[in-house]
């Protein structure tokens, strides 16, 4: 499976507010970055719309 | 390291640290542990809130607060302007903090109280056994150990994942929350008296403008929006907020960025089951119609310190205790105040900048006393009975519920 869902690093600001809503608890923010555990990631795009910034790309 | 606790408090904010020092306070052992190496930073708040609320908690120490306010100006789309102050002894009514200072000063005074502060310590996992929630499992500085403890309270914030691990879903839907943007600005000339809030759907979908003033040619200048506004290809937080700016303070120095994310669900369904207490943003405490969360987490974070103590006292931290000592006492409190703000949010959010302007205009002339969200809808129906009348299927809950509360 290609990775679908890339967080830009350099642009998050490590609000957690992804986390929040991501649906499968997929997401953690680990003081200064965001994880991803893509194996329960459905890339439904909820934190891709959130993002404050835009640092979030999900694409299906 | 001691590893067995009555109470471990995940999250060392304004909910975990009330939370923890309640409990010290009481006789408990008590862990407060937060992830990141330095409590309150980065800052993900506006800083606003009420001064007589917060002299409830703490004495006030001039060390935190950046400004004094007298009131709040409310701009419509078009510029009516709303302004409610308060005219009471000293004038004052809200406060500016600053976070960084605040959060760390509670943290202490649960480190005072008796409570053990770890930082750097993150919660990766619960421990459950039989159905209950026993502890958790920490790592810090990556290394990892577990801690047991008769009472979890997770106060995770925003980000919380404390709850889910529980079984409680506490994921937010776009709808349920303001994501946000705020710049610290520095160099301009801003009314050092007052908070200011715009609204509209050009400006702010779902959400407002805010200029908190921080002292000394300072402000807090910031934008939610409501996440089921904003879309893949819609403009973000970041870029209305710098069009607002380019246009009102072109000159504005920017010295810090702050972001996140406010719930603004209400009230969600369950707060709590066998050993487990969640409390402030974590629980979704927050007010659905302003996005505070300070004092609502101070507010149950005091609550949840006093269930756990009760629970334990007891001997009971089962789901059904904790519903009696702890979900009862907070919706029959503060829990009321949530759920007539989202009603109220669930009529702003549909109303165009026409409708935003004719009730601002309505109300351009009263004079309030108390800077409370009920006055302001009391003064909204008093002047619009006609305007509510068409809008009647929207604020019919929200009139109902201002009649309850003025009887
Ligand atoms: C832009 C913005 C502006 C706001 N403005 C205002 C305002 O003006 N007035 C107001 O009253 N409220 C405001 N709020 C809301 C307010 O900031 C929150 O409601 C408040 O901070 C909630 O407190 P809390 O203790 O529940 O959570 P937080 O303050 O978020 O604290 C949670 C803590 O838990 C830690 N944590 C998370 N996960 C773990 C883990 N696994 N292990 C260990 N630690 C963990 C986090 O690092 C964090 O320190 C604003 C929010 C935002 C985003």
């Known amino acids: 499976m290609l990775v679908s869902i890339n967080i830009n690093r350099y642009k998050c600001g490590y609000c957690g507010a992804c986390v929040g809503v991501c649906p499968k608890g997929s997401l953690e923010l680990v003081e200064t970055w965001v994880e991803v555990d893509e194996n329960t990631c459905m890339t439904c795009g909820i934190c891709d719309r959130i993002c404050p910034v835009g640092a979030i790309e999900v694409t299906k | ?407």
Request: one cysteine or more.
């Open chain 2, 1 to 407: 390291m001691k590893d067995r606790y009555d109470v471990l408090v995940i999250g060392a904010g304004p909910a975990g640290s009330i939370a923890a020092k309640t409990a010290a306070d009481k006789g408990l052992t008590v862990l407060l542990i937060e992830k990141r190496q330095e409590i309150g930073d980065p800052v993900r708040c506006a800083e606003g809130v009420s001064k007589e609320h917060l002299k409830k908690h703490v004495e006030i120490d001039k060390k935190w607060i950046c400004a004094d306010l007298k009131g709040a100006r409310i701009y419509a789309p078009d510029g009516t302007k709303i302004e409610m102050a308060e005219e009471i002894a000293g004038g004052e009514v809200g406060y500016v903090l600053e976070r960084k200072i605040f959060d760390r000063a509670l943290a202490e005074k649960a480190s005072k109280a008796g409570a053990e502060v770890r930082v750097k310590t993150r919660a990766i996992g619960l421990i459950i056994e039989e159905d209950f929630v026993k502890g958790a499992r920490l790592m810090q500085l990556g290394k990892e150990y577990d801690v047991h403890a008769r009472i979890v309270i997770g106060a995770d914030g925003i980000e919380s994942k404390v709850g889910r691990w529980a079984g409680i879903d506490t994921s937010l839907n776009p709808i349920d929350i303001e994501t946000c943007v705020q710049y610290l600005v520095a160099g301009v000339d801003i009314n050092q008296e007052y908070c200011e809030f715009y609204i509209g759907n050009d400006l702010a979908p779902g959400g407002y403008i805010w200029i908190f003033p921080k002292g000394e040619g300072k402000a807090n200048i910031g934008i939610g929006i409501l996440g089921s506004k904003m879309g893949k290809f819609k403009p973000r937080p970041v870029d209305y907020l710098n069009s607002f700016l380019e246009k009102k303070f072109p000159h504005a120095k920017v010295v810090e960025m702050v972001f996140g994310g406010v719930p603004v669900s209400g009230s969600i369904e369950k707060t709590s089951t066998n050993g487990l207490i969640l409390v402030g943003d974590a629980a979704r405490q927050s007010d659905p119609i302003t996005g505070g969360g300070i004092l609502n987490a101070m507010d149950v974070g005091k609550i949840a310190g006093e269930a756990a103590f009760a629970a334990i006292s007891a001997g009971d931290a089962s789901n059904e205790k904790l519903e009696e000592v702890y979900e009862k006492r907070w919706r029959s409190t503060i829990g009321h105040a949530i759920d007539l703000s989202l009603i109220v949010k669930n009529c702003f959010i549909n109303l165009n900048d026409a409708d935003l302007n004719a009730l601002a205009f309505s109300l351009k002339d009263v004079q309030f006393e108390r800077m409370s969200l009920l006055d302001l809808l009391h003064a909204l129906f008093k002047a619009n009975k006609k305007l509510l009348w068409d809008l009647r299927v929207l604020f019919k809950d929200a009139a109902k519920e201002v009649v309850k509360s003025k009887m």
